[in-house]
Antibody
């Protein structure tokens, strides 16, 4: 069974930093692109970033470009999201997801909540 | 404001059929495959439809997808109270190398 388990969320002050992790199991991690998708409280889904299977290609949403860095450790089946210069509008549940694979994301982790507030 | 446009809400009675639309530009939906996700309250999104009209293993055939031009549609037949959820369309914009989602549609089964 494919499982994605996020961790690392919490309360952080504006301009602070946080590193999210996503532990993957149940599939050959190093053969799939991986993504982060966030959902602000009561709002819809927003794609944040993705990384190629080997980690050499990354893409970011304009809203986080220059502040967030996606990376992966294929030896430990773990995906990361380093978030710097956090803003109130970054407050959201952050889901990791397998993909995009042909354009879709499947499955998704339950997410970890990031709250940016003073 | 989401890149893909969905109605905020739809409703129908149990046993009936409902459709949810998703519209976008030619660079978004027109030239890319569309996927659909179901998010039950308090849970992670779940893939319902991929490549416009394909269902992953385990998704009942009550759920269907279609695409025409710059619009896509999710259809749900034989509505059940357990189908009450938020539904999102999504695509990978290959021209921008970015994922995009609709704003979501809340389905109420009356």
């Amino acid at each position: 069974e494919v499982q994605l388990l996020e961790s690392g969320g919490g309360l952080v002050q504006p301009e602070g930093s946080l590193r999210l992790s996503c532990a993957a199991s149940g599939f050959t991690f190093n053969t799939y692109a991986m993504s982060w998708v966030r959902q602000a409280p009561g709002k819809g889904l927003e794609w944040v970033s993705c990384i190629s299977h080997s980690g050499d290609i990354t893409y970011y949403a304009d809203s986080v470009k220059g502040r967030f860095t996606i990376s992966r450790d294929n030896s430990n089946n773990t995906l990361y999201l380093q978030m710097n210069s956090l803003r109130a509008e970054d407050t959201a549940v952050y889901h990791c997801a397998k993909g995009p694979y042909g354009g879709w994301f499947d499955p998704w982790g339950q997410g970890t909540l990031v709250t940016v507030s003073s | 404001q989401s890149v893909l446009t969905q109605p905020p809400s739809v409703s129908a009675a149990p046993g009936q059929k409902v459709t949810i639309s998703c519209s976008g530009s030619s660079s978004k939906i027109g030239n890319n495959y569309v996927s659909w996700y179901q998010q039950l309250p308090g849970t992670a999104p779940k893939l319902l439809i991929y490549d416009n009209n394909k269902r992953p293993s385990g998704i009942p055939d009550r759920f269907s997808g279609s695409k025409s031009g710059t619009s896509a549609t999710l259809g749900i037949t034989g509505l059940q109270t357990g189908d009450e959820a938020d539904y999102y369309c999504g695509t990978w914009d290959s021209s921008l190398s970015a994922g995009v989602f609709g704003g979501g549609t809340k389905l109420t089964v009356l």
